[in-house]
């Protein structure tokens, strides 16, 4: 379950890779916000942070948490990441490069002015199933809407 990502120095403010490992309690993601441009959103919250928003930092693609979240106005976002770190099922750490074009599913939540974002997660590839509980899911951007110029 994606416990660590690794940042491509374009969304840095010092220019370089960056890590984030969710334990961090100031683990945050990047994010593509329409109006703003890139933002960092805080990744999940922990049990010991203050707040309403669900205490994890993932969510199961399709499942029952997904849909009881609802209420906390889930938009569905991606985080740019270069590379996600997994643990085995006998706890060994492995990093794991993204694909060129992708980026991370996530899942931003509000409640108030409390803004997380959560990694969406699916089942393993199948050469992984038996090594991996879970594996973040990746996609390609949406193409951008046309924009139409009145003449």
């Known amino acids: 379950m994606c416990r660590a990502v690794e940042i491509s120095g374009l969304y840095t403010s010092a ?5 984030v490992s969710y334990p961090d309690l100031d683990a945050a993601l990047p994010i593509h916000d329409p109006t703003r441009g890139v933002v960092w959103i805080p990744w999940g919250r922990r049990s010991e942070e203050r707040g309403q928003l669900p205490a994890t930092g993932w969510v199961v693609e399709g499942s029952q948490m997904e849909e009881a979240w609802s209420a906390y106005a889930p938009t569905p976002v991606l985080s740019p990441v270069v590379r996600f770190m997994e643990f085995t099922r006998d706890g060994e750490a492995r990093w794991f490069v993204v694909e060129d074009g992708k980026a991370l599913q996530c899942l931003l939540l509000h409640h ?4 997380r974002v959560y990694v969406v997660t699916t089942e393993p590839p199948a050469a992984r199933t ?5 594996w973040p899911l990746t996609r390609v ?3 951008p809407a046309p924009v139409h110029v009145a003449r």
């Open 15 to 19: 220019g370089s890779r960056q890590r």
């Open 112 to 115: 108030g002015d409390e803004r």
């Open 130 to 134: 038996l090594e991996y509980g879970s």
């Open 141 to 143: 951007p949406d193409p």
